[in-house]
């Protein structure tokens, strides 16, 4: 099944999901009351089509801080790049 996760009209603008950006900007998690959303709450509404919860938040950060953590070896593989070497490479 394929499903287009984003939509951009000419008129309307952005949406994401069905939501546009106002509504989005509304209803997604904020760390800050009336601050703007955070990028872990956009990213839950992008992969399962809804707002999370406190909860879901909570325990989505943190599976992301872990995926991101590095290994020892990949670690050590990324300080052996020579300091002047383009990012693209």
Known sequence: MLYETSK??????IEYRGQDL?????HAPKTIP???????????LLLTGEYPTD????????????????TADQETLIKA????MHPMT
């Open 81 to 84: 790049f020579p300091k002047d």
């Open 8 to 13: 951009l009209h000419h008129e309307d603008g």
């Open 55 to 70: 909860q879901e938040i909570t325990a989505f950060k943190e599976d992301l801080f872990i995926r991101g953590e590095l």
């Open 34 to 44: 009336g601050g703007q959303p955070i990028p872990e709450g956009i990213l839950w």
């Open 22 to 26: 106002f509504k989005i900007r509304e």
